[in-house]
């Protein structure tokens, strides 16, 4: 009786185990789920197992390292007053000048500080002076052989920009540099985010500037291929993602299924951590292949495994040759030095000449 207890108990803990991971939407062996919907100003729903045929796009990109940046300038003016600095741009007009040579452009202050007017009006020192100051050095500067002149000098362009606009690297500390405006932490964020944040970093210095903040090298966002290696070690490729990657795509990419893989072929697709809801994506290499079916033919996400087992014959004869290529090695040499001797035996040791 107190056996048939312990059964009835063990069945009732079974079944209610059972009941408990049923509730909880985790399996190992699990069915793409159905994504919670999201508001358009989320962006698109990303279906987990998107396929050849039915792609889905993927969340707003967050930016990590080792990502590269591509950072350009809409809107760069530093406050006022603004210092020249060398490789600073400056639009100078003046009046009653020589007329065959008027001065009506924008001049760049060289490395060593100076605007280069031209041949008949020289070089003229500016740098480290306010736009203001500038503006009455120049004027001087002309009135030594013309009185009367009037000069009128702007910022055309700013050499911060430079240091602005170009391709930035995401370091290991999450921070993209801008050179004299410090850096900015950006790890973890959309290009949206990532914008308002340099522009918020810029703003210490410029007067409500505006950038544009697109990703030039993605690098940080991969898929990985596993292919068993049948006792001989596993083989690990990394592939970056481009939101267009099949199950396909990714056997193409390292040349098609090695002489040791066999055709069981799965996806492990990791998730957020401390949810415990990974999921196991089984794939139909042959219905992809032979019939053209794309029913499994996921699309990979970031962070996907696709895991190519071996083949369990060429895993048992790679095991056994284990064994046996030692004992061979052993036999091959017993038998080469029993030959010798029986030569030597026979013929004396001349006949090893």
């Given at each position: 009786?107190?056996?048939?207890?312990?059964?009835?108990?063990?069945?009732?803990?079974?079944?209610?185990?059972?009941?408990?991971?049923?509730?909880?939407?985790?399996?190992?062996?699990?069915?793409?789920?159905?994504?919670?919907?999201?508001?358009?100003?989320?962006?698109?729903?990303?279906?987990?197992?998107?396929?050849e045929k039915d792609m889905v796009s993927l969340p707003p990109y967050v930016i990590e390292p080792p990502d590269i940046l591509l950072i350009n300038a809409v809107k760069?003016?530093?406050?006022?007053?603004?210092?020249?600095?060398?490789?600073?741009?400056?639009?100078?007009?003046?009046?009653?000048?020589?007329?065959?040579?008027?001065?009506?452009?924008?001049?760049?202050?060289?490395?060593?500080?100076?605007?280069?007017?031209?041949?008949?009006?020289?070089?003229?020192?500016?740098?480290?002076?306010?736009?203001?100051?500038?503006?009455?050095?120049?004027?001087?500067?002309?009135?030594?052989?013309?009185?009367?002149?009037?000069?009128?000098?702007?910022?055309?362009?700013?050499?911060?920009?430079?240091?602005?606009?170009?391709?930035?690297?995401?370091?290991?500390?999450?921070?993209?540099?801008?050179?004299?405006?410090?850096?900015?932490?950006?790890?973890?964020?959309?290009?949206?985010?990532?914008?308002?944040?340099?522009?918020?970093?810029?703003?210490?210095?410029?007067?409500?500037?505006?950038?544009?903040?697109?990703?030039?090298?993605?690098?940080?966002?991969?898929?990985?291929?596993?292919?068993?290696?049948?006792?001989?070690?596993?083989?690990?490729?990394?592939?970056?993602?481009?939101?267009?990657?099949?199950?396909?795509?990714?056997?193409?990419?390292?040349?098609?299924?090695?002489?040791?893989?066999?055709?069981?072929?799965?996806?492990?697709?990791?998730?957020?951590?401390?949810?415990?809801?990974?999921?196991?994506?089984?794939?139909?290499?042959?219905?992809?292949?032979?019939?053209?079916?794309?029913?499994?033919?996921?699309?990979?996400?970031?962070?996907?495994?696709l895991y190519i087992e071996e083949d369990k014959m060429r895993k048992l004869d790679g095991v056994l040759s284990r064994f046996t290529q030692p004992a061979e090695r052993?036999?091959?040499?017993?038998?080469?030095?029993?030959?010798?001797?029986?030569?030597?035996?026979?013929?004396?040791?001349?006949?090893?000449?």
């Amino acid at each position: 009786m107190t056996h048939i207890t312990q059964l009835i108990q063990r069945s009732l803990l079974a079944a209610f185990t059972l009941l408990v991971l049923g509730t909880t939407g985790c399996v190992s062996m699990m069915e793409p789920r159905q994504p919670l919907p999201m508001t358009p100003s989320e962006g698109p729903a990303v279906n987990p197992a998107g396929r050849e045929k039915d792609m889905v796009s993927l969340p707003p990109y967050v930016i990590e390292p080792p990502d590269i940046l591509l950072i350009n300038a809409v809107k760069i003016v530093p406050k006022p007053p603004h210092v020249v600095e060398p490789f600073d741009g400056l639009l100078v007009r003046a009046l009653y000048v020589d007329d065959r040579v008027p001065i009506q452009n924008a001049f760049f202050v060289d490395p060593e500080g100076k605007i280069d007017l031209g041949p008949s009006y020289g070089r003229v020192e500016v740098a480290n002076l306010t736009i203001d100051d500038a503006q009455e050095a120049i004027r001087r500067h002309l009135a030594q052989i013309y009185p009367d002149a009037e000069v009128s000098v702007s910022l055309a362009v700013s050499a911060g920009a430079q240091q602005i606009v170009g391709e930035h690297l995401v370091g290991p500390d999450g921070r993209v540099n801008l050179g004299t405006y410090g850096s900015v932490y950006v790890t973890g964020l959309t290009l949206d985010q990532a914008k308002a944040r340099i522009e918020d970093k810029l703003s210490q210095y410029l007067v409500e500037p505006e950038v544009i903040v697109d990703v030039f090298s993605y690098n940080s966002k991969k898929y990985y291929i596993i292919t068993q290696g049948a006792g001989f070690g596993d083989n690990v490729v990394t592939a970056p993602i481009t939101g267009n990657d099949t199950v396909l795509d990714a056997i193409a990419a390292i040349g098609g299924l090695s002489q040791l893989s066999s055709t069981k072929i799965f996806i492990a697709r990791p998730a957020p951590a401390g949810t415990g809801c990974e999921q196991i994506l089984p794939v139909d290499y042959e219905a992809i292949t032979r019939g053209a079916v794309t029913a499994t033919n996921y699309q990979l996400l970031p962070g996907d495994r696709l895991y190519i087992e071996e083949d369990k014959m060429r895993k048992l004869d790679g095991v056994l040759s284990r064994f046996t290529q030692p004992a061979e090695r052993v036999f091959g040499f017993v038998s080469l030095g029993t030959a010798m001797l029986n030569r030597i035996a026979r013929f004396g040791l001349g006949s090893l000449n």
